[in-house]
């Protein structure tokens, strides 16, 4: 009788058990469901954003600001010296399409144009290669005039940022990171990040190495690369007339000439439009 009783007892915690197991696991089923149904999309964004950065380090990038100079060349206060000895030490404006820039570097300049550039070699070791501004696509513009669907679902993609020029569509799409997506963020915002990815995804970057961003009075853009590390230097400038200028800083072959921020900066601050009546 005794074995009986003791063997209804197991039997009803065993039941107890599996009744409790049941519950848990059902719960368990309820709340992975809440969440796929809640963050499944966005937990496959952030490891698909995950795995591109994986492929392409580069990604996690943003534009670090670089330091505007202290004075544009133009206004530096010239040493006294006699007029012959100024007019030698003045220096170059190197002029090539429509802009022109105060060289960075002494001594005598020759430009080459080639097919899609103009090589502007300086006899000191400094080489720019200076890409044609007629041959940038002015992206935000074409789309604007010629695809307004396009252009309004680029406007959605980021957000309340308002685009409407190709510098603000670069600045947005190189700050993007995939840190910046989360499993738990909003589902919209998760969209909406991935696609500018693919943006920057596809615009890729001029050279390796780190990514800056400058403002030096009308002319604002990126640089590619950092002169400390003794490798071309790349950038994109945009002036006040939405025109997007290309240009990559390096040396001649076999020159141990070096290229400083400064001189980078320089040639940046000072690139302008060549005034009509004279070109």
């Given at each position: 009788m005794a074995e009986a009783s003791t063997t209804h007892v197991t039997t009803e915690k065993a039941e107890s058990s599996a009744a409790r197991t049941a519950i848990l696991l059902a719960a368990g089923v309820l709340v992975v469901a809440a969440f796929t149904v809640a963050f499944g999309l966005q937990t496959l964004v952030w490891l698909n954003a995950k795995h591109w950065a994986s492929v392409n380090p580069w990604?996690?990038?943003?534009p670090k600001p670089l330091a505007a100079p202290e004075a544009p060349p133009s206004a530096l206060p010239a040493p006294a010296t006699s007029a012959a000895s100024s007019k030698q030490a003045k220096p170059n404006q190197v002029k090539v399409y429509d802009y022109e820039f105060t060289a960075p570097w002494p001594g005598n300049v020759k430009i080459t144009p080639k097919l899609l550039y103009s090589e502007i070699r300086f006899d000191s070791g400094?080489?720019?290669?200076?890409?044609?501004?007629?041959?940038?696509?002015?992206?935000?513009?074409?789309?604007?005039?010629?695809?307004?669907?396009?252009?309004?679902?680029?406007?959605?993609?980021?957000?309340?940022?308002?685009?409407?020029?190709?510098?603000?569509?670069?600045?947005?799409?190189?700050?993007?990171?995939?840190?910046?997506?989360s499993p738990?963020?909003?589902?919209?915002?998760?969209?909406?990040?991935?696609?500018?990815?693919?943006y920057k995804l596809s615009f890729g970057y001029?050279?390796?190495?780190?990514?800056?961003?400058?403002?030096?009075?009308?002319?604002?853009?990126?640089?590619?690369?950092?002169?400390?590390?003794?490798?071309?230097?790349?950038?994109?400038?945009?002036?006040?007339?939405?025109?997007?200028?290309?240009?990559?800083?390096?040396?001649?072959?076999?020159?141990?000439?070096?290229?400083?921020?400064?001189?980078i900066d320089s040639a940046l601050q000072s690139l302008q439009l060549i005034p009509l009546l004279e070109r």
């Open positions: 990604l996690r990038e943003v400094p080489l720019v290669l200076f890409f044609d501004p007629e041959a940038q696509l002015n992206t935000v513009e074409e789309l604007k005039t010629k695809n307004g669907a396009e252009y309004q679902q680029l406007l959605s993609m980021f957000g309340d940022e308002p685009i409407d020029n190709d510098y603000l569509l670069y600045k947005a799409t190189y700050e993007a990171s995939p840190d910046r997506i738990f963020m909003n589902r919209d915002d998760a969209l909406r990040i991935n696609g500018v990815l693919l001029d050279l390796p190495g780190d990514i800056h961003s400058f403002e030096f009075g009308s002319n604002r853009g990126f640089q590619f690369g950092d002169p400390v590390y003794e490798q071309p230097i790349a950038v994109r400038v945009f002036d006040t007339q939405g025109k997007q200028l290309r240009m990559i800083f390096t040396v001649a072959a076999g020159s141990a000439a070096l290229i400083t921020q400064d001189n």
